[in-house]
């Protein structure tokens, strides 16, 4: 049976960028979501029982055909979402890459600028549902990535190492339509010491 993960932090430690409300039904809510309907879809399946949602995910293909959809949407979603909580921290100003995550974003995105314009038009880009990524390519080269709905980067073959969702339910309340200003304020949420431990993982 998976669980919804605690969030590292209060539900408003995010605020002003992401509100406590938003944020309470982000993780209570859809997240919790997520899991219910991916344990109902594995129940009774012995066969899978005890592999990680994101070992799962990433062998999409292989899975049972009948329970692949429900795997890619919501073990997508459980697995996408627990990544996210855990890459986010309260807001910093100037907060930009460091560690070892900086000199590959130097190297294979022009640097924080660029991996910037790169991750807003990713974002802005995403058409309906869906979560632009930070992802290490099997060539070991950062790249990055959309995806519709709650589809991972991992059923790609890559490694995320940051989500942005761009569902409406993770901005709507503060933002409405603004889905540029939730994106911009993302970048002084980023935690990048956990990016940094997630790439070295
Ligand atoms: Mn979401």
Redesign the pocket.
């Known amino acids: 049976m998976f669980t919804l993960p605690k969030l590292p932090y209060e539900y408003d430690a995010l605020a002003p960028i992401i509100d406590e409300e938003t944020m309470l039904i982000?993780h209570t809510k859809?997240h919790q979501t997520y899991v219910d309907k991916l344990n109902q879809a594995l129940e009774g399946r012995n066969d899978l029982v005890g592999r990680e949602v994101e070992d799962l995910v990433a062998d999409l293909d292989n899975l049972p055909a009948d329970i692949q959809t429900a795997v890619r949407n919501h073990g997508g979603g459980h697995a996408n979402?627990s990544l996210f909580w855990r890459i986010l921290r309260a807001p910093m100003e100037q907060n930009n890459p460091d560690g070892d995550i900086a000199e590959l974003i130097k190297r294979d995105l022009g640097g924080p600028a660029g991996f910037k314009d790169q991750l807003t038009a990713a974002a802005l880009g995403v058409f309906g549902s869906g979560w632009a990524w930070l992802v290490l390519e099997q060539n070991d080269k950062l790249a990055v990535v959309k995806t519709a709905n709650q589809d991972s980067p991992l059923s790609a073959g890559q490694r995320p190492l940051l989500g942005l969702?761009v569902?409406e339910?993770?901005y709507y309340l503060k933002y409405q339509n603004r889905r540029a200003e939730y994106v911009n304020g993302f970048f002084d949420l980023i935690n990048w010491d956990e990016v940094n431990k997630i790439a070295a993982s």
Request: avoid cysteine; hydrophobic fraction near 30%; charged fraction near 15%.
């Open positions: 982000h859809h979402h969702d569902w339910h993770a």
